[in-house]
Nanobody
Framework: VQLQASGGGLVQPGGSPRLSCAASGSFVSINDMGWYRQAPGKQRELVASITRGGITNYADSVKGRFTISRDNAKNTVSLQMNSLKPEDTGVYYC???????????????WGQGTQVTVSS
């Protein structure tokens, strides 16, 4: 099972990039999906998460600016980021709780990370 993230790059303050992440491989279901970020010198932190049923959770620092969504049929999760600030800079990682086979617990899987740099 792999999570492949895309999007990001160098963005000007106030920009609105979109990150996407797709799960591929052999599995039977995906539970929660989310995006984390890690700024230089800081610990990885949760940015946003979404349950299979669409219930979302956001870090206080991104509420009202970021929107997480998922497509269960395509096994994808996206993060629409608006009004970006320099403090949003970091490596963004997608995460998904993936169940390989029925009867086994869903385990967390990480994508490779994608850099988002907010700078003029």
């Amino acid at each position: 099972v792999q999570l492949q993230a895309s999007g990001g790059g160098l963005v000007q303050p106030g920009g609105s990039p979109r990150l996407s992440c797709a799960a591929s491989g052999s599995f039977v279901s995906i539970n929660d999906m989310g995006w984390y970020r890690q700024a230089p010198g800081k610990q990885r932190e949760l940015v946003a998460s979404i349950t299979r049923g669409g219930i979302t959770n956001y870090a206080d620092s991104v509420k009202g600016r970021f929107t997480i969504s998922r497509d269960n049929a395509k096994n994808t999760v996206s993060l629409q980021m608006n009004s970006l600030k320099p403090e949003d800079t970091g490596v963004y990682y997608c995460n998904a709780e993936i169940r390989a086979t029925w009867g086994r617990a869903a385990l967390p899987k990480w994508g490779q990370g994608t850099q988002v740099t907010v700078s003029s």
